[in-house]
């Protein structure tokens, strides 16, 4: 049995942190940065941190991944916990409210930034791992799905990510960090780059295959030169993660999706005591 006081506890207090604190693998590279707007960006992350404020005005929609264990008991469904979660965070913090009801019509703002986007990943064992990004609309505007033909080359398939990126980078406030589904459907393809997300910027893919590729990625996405906020100067993307699953024959698709600069996320872990 996990409590529902536990993991509401825990994830209300990592949420708020990674809104108003900067995400210490990001410090590095800002840190270094002597271009355009440099002093600026540092002043951000200080001045958020020192009073408490969000790192940016647009505080996100938040995105959970579950890896929930089989033998795990929770007091209530899971998406009732984190919703309430959500809720707490953003009404009792000096957090932009960034969710409409309706998303074409009204479009009404739900005026406590819920609901999440919940994904629950069924494991076997006694533990329970929550994932989360805050996701804002620039970088989540960006997000791209390509139905490939399961012929084409792998530096067929690195062009059109590079394409995508040279096209669209500038937009999302980079540097960026870029994830990459491949395989599945559709829709797991998507899932999986969101969830490639979640990964610090040095873990590498356990399959050595698809860690040369984002390495080689990596280093071919930061020729662009798109630099710090599309100046041109500075590192253009962080890092290059892949998730990838089994497909259908007759399919390849990737998702793409990119995080902003900030690159606010967590994890929580519950195991067996």
């Not at 271009?35 to 404020?53: D, H, R, T, W």
Request: hydrophobic residues 40%; proline residues 5%.
């Amino acid at each position: 049995m996990i409590s529902k006081r536990e993991i509401f506890e825990k994830l209300s207090n990592h949420i708020v942190q990674v809104n108003e604190t900067i995400n210490p693998e990001v410090k590095t590279y800002i840190d270094e940065y002597k271009g355009p707007f440099s002093q600026a960006l540092k002043e951000n992350y200080k001045i958020a941190e020192a009073e408490k404020l969000p790192l940016c005005q647009d505080t996100g929609i938040v995105e959970f991944f579950v890896f929930l264990g089989n033998e795990v008991i929770l007091e209530e469904p899971i998406f009732s916990t984190l919703n309430e979660v959500v809720e707490k965070v953003y009404t009792e913090n000096p957090f932009r409210f960034s969710l409409v009801s309706d998303p074409l019509f009204e479009r009404k703002n739900t005026k406590n930034n819920t609901p999440p986007v919940v994904h629950i990943f069924q494991v076997s064992g006694k533990s329970l791992e929550i994932k989360f990004l805050v996701k804002g609309g620039g970088s989540e505007n960006l997000s791209a799905l390509f139905m490939l033909k399961p012929s084409i080359r792998v530096q067929e398939l690195k062009d059109v990510i590079i394409g995508h990126v040279k096209e669209n980078g500038a937009k999302g406030c980079p540097p960026l960090h870029v994830g990459i589904g491949i395989g599945g459907t559709s829709d797991k393809a998507m899932v999986l780059s969101k969830l490639a997300l979640t990964k610090s910027f040095k873990e590498r893919n356990q399959d050595p295959v698809y860690a040369v590729f984002e390495e080689e990625l990596l280093k071919d996405l930061n020729t662009l030169k798109i630099g710090f906020q599309g100046l041109k100067e500075g590192v253009s993307v962080f890092s290059v993660h892949v998730e990838y699953a089994p497909t259908h024959i007759a399919t390849l698709p990737v998702g793409v999706s990119l995080d902003c600069y900030l690159c606010r996320k967590g994890v929580i872990k519950f195991e067996d005591r």
